[in-house]
């Protein structure tokens, strides 16, 4: 799909990957008045680049290719999970979900497998958006610890971070590193100055308005926020506000994502069927504890996270990882997994439907392909993609996809 039928249907995800193709002044990201970061690109696009970002775009396209790896139908490649947590009390405490991801990018610098990590932390001057950052210490990592939930395009110039020396871990979305690595099959020598791909399971993308409001609930004047945490200090944590007086306002995770962000999430997440991150080499989440009925517990507790090797790379490196003391770890099942999170599973099954009702409407439509969603589907039932496929016609109609 052309870019700006992307950008036009409301597929965009946001990661910034043409910006950096096309590089400044004619591809840069904005925040639009929607409050999402959006592609402004400056003057016409080639028949190569416009072909170029049709393949790589995935906002109009997820490819994904095995490579003979196993593929099971709701997880995608899964060569090993576990459950565990980040040793480094400081980093398990400050991050969002066990501090794995964080860990496991320590642990590629100190071993000399990558130079420096590019992810994503607070903007200095708007400290409740997001600033796209390189860490080339552990200090560095542990200060940018933590989920980020407001518009982020980490790809926005990850081509031209990517020529400096050294070698790179990447932290993304799953579409930010779905983007990349389309990418670097158009350009292997891309992925040669990357030591690895980093993701972590995603619900999706809210607002800069949806962070405003958070902001409102707590009763607090933007200008005064000199720092802000959506999460961390404690699993799952409070989202905190840290005013100019030293005061700090908090909300609950329950509050914050349940009840304000995932009602300003994009278009795109909301027919996505990948928010665990199957085109990484190593993806990281919530490992809930559960109740008396099997459902997610949110209760405060010590952080734990769930790990899963996508690649050979991955697997690697989170057994080095582990041997070298970063990550305390335990295997885990794909039952434990699906248990852990239900809301990943329903999605998976149900992005079929939802695309059938916006093609069915006329409505551009994402390519999807290597993804098993029709075996996705099926393991869902009749009546539920029924009832979804009815609720996104609505919904298409209403224009609140």
Known sequence: MRIDRVIDGGLCAG???????????R??????QNGYLRPAINGDLSKAENELLSRVCPGGRLAYQSGGRPFETIWGPVLDAFVGFATEP??????????????????????????YVVHVGADPETPWLNQTSESTTAPEILERAGSRYAPS???????????????????GKPCDIAALRMYCRENPSVADRIAGMFTFLCGGVPSRRGVELILARMRVDPRDVISFRFRGYGWPGRA???????????????????GILTHHVQKRCKICPD?????????????????S???????????????????????????????????AIERTSLESMTQMQPGQIRRTQLTLSRLTAMAVLGRPTPSFTGLRLLRAARRAGLLANIKSFLGALRRVLRGQL
Request: hydrophobic share 45%; aromatic share 4%; charged share 20%.
């Open 275 to 291: 928010g665990t991150g199957m085109f990484g080499d190593v993806a990281c989440g919530d490992a809930w504890h559960l109740d």
């Open 15 to 25: 990661c910034g990957l043409c910006a950096s193709v096309l590089g400044a002044p």
């Open 153 to 171: 395009a980490p790809l926005a110039d990850i081509l031209q971070r990517l020529q400096q020396p050294g070698r790179a871990v990447v932290i």
């Open 90 to 115: 400081r980093l398990r405490l400050q991050a969002s979900s066990g501090g794995a991801l964080s860990a496991l990018a320590t642990h590629m610098l100190e071993s000399g497998q990558a130079s």
């Open 293 to 327: 009925r099997g459902r997610p517990l949110f209760d405060e507790n010590e952080g734990r996270s769930l790990m899963i090797a996508r690649t050979a790379a991955g697997a690697s490196i989170l057994a080095a990882a582990a041997k070298a003391g970063r990550i």
């Open 240 to 258: 905190c506000a840290t005013l100019k007086t030293g005061e700090q306002k908090s909300l609950t995770y329950a509050e914050t994502w349940g």
């Open 27 to 32: 591809g840069r990201m904005n925040l639009d």
